[in-house]
C-alpha cells in the first residue's frame, strides 16, 4: 500500500494545523497506530512552522510566500519532507554540508527546540539544502505500527 500527497501553503501559521490535520486524517484511513501518527504529527508541525518562520530570504529579495510539504506512506514506511525558499541552513566551514544548529533551547526560551524535537520523535532525518536557489530542507522517516483493523495494512 502505498499513498503519497504533496501541498504547496501559505507561509502563514493557519496552514500548519491544516498540514497536520490531513497527515492525521491520511495516517487514520490507513490504520497507522494513533501513538505513531501523533509523533509524526508533532514532527510535521515543527518542520511547517520553521518553514512559516524561516522560509523567506528577504536579504536576497526572495520573500516567498510559500513552502511545500510532501508526505509519503509507503510500505512499513513514512518519509514526510518540507522545503521552503528561505536562505538554508548554515553550511559547516569543513565539509560545507549543511549543519543546522540543533542544540536544546534554554529553558526560558518560548521557541528553538522543533529540530530537537524532529529528532526525537523521528526514526531519521535530514537537514539540508536545495541546490541552485537555495532554501531548507527537513526530511524525517518513521517506521510504520499498524493497528489490527487497518484497512490498508502492507501485506
Given amino acids: 500500500m502505498s499513498i503519497w500527497w504533496s ?9 500548519v494545523p491544516l498540514a497536520r490535520r490531513l497527515l492525521l486524517g491520511t495516517m487514520e ?17 515543527e518542520a511547517c512552522a520553521n518553514a512559516v518562520e524561516h522560509g523567506g530570504d528577504a536579504a536576497r529579495g526572495r520573500t516567498s510566500e510559500a513552502y511545500r510539504v510532501t508526505a509519503y506512506l509507503d510500505g512499513e514506511k513514512c518519509r514526510i519532507e518540507v522545503t521552503d525558499a528561505g536562505p538554508g541552513f548554515p ?9 543546522p544548529p540543533v542544540r536544546p533551547a534554554p529553558s ?9 524535537l524532529i529528532q526525537e520523535l523521528a526514526d531519521h532525518v535530514h537537514f539540508g539544502n536545495k541546490p541552485g536557489r537555495g532554501g531548507a530542507v527537513v526530511s524525517f522517516d518513521k517506521i510504520l505500527k499498524w493497528r489490527e483493523d487497518a484497512p490498508l495494512v502492507a501485506v
Avoid at 7 to 15: V, Y
Avoid at 91 to 99: C, E, Q
Avoid at 108 to 116: D, F, K, Y
Fill in 108 to 116: 526560558e526560551a518560548e521557541n528553538g527546540r522543533g529540530l530537537c
Fill in 7 to 15: 501541498l504547496h501553503l501559505r507561509r502563514d501559521a493557519a496552514s
Fill in 91 to 99: 553550511a559547516a566551514a569543513a565539509g560545507g554540508r549543511p549543519r
Fill in 29 to 45: 484511513t490507513a490504520g497507522v497506530d494513533p501513538d505513531v501518527s501523533y509523533d509524526l504529527s508533532v514532527a510535521l508541525s
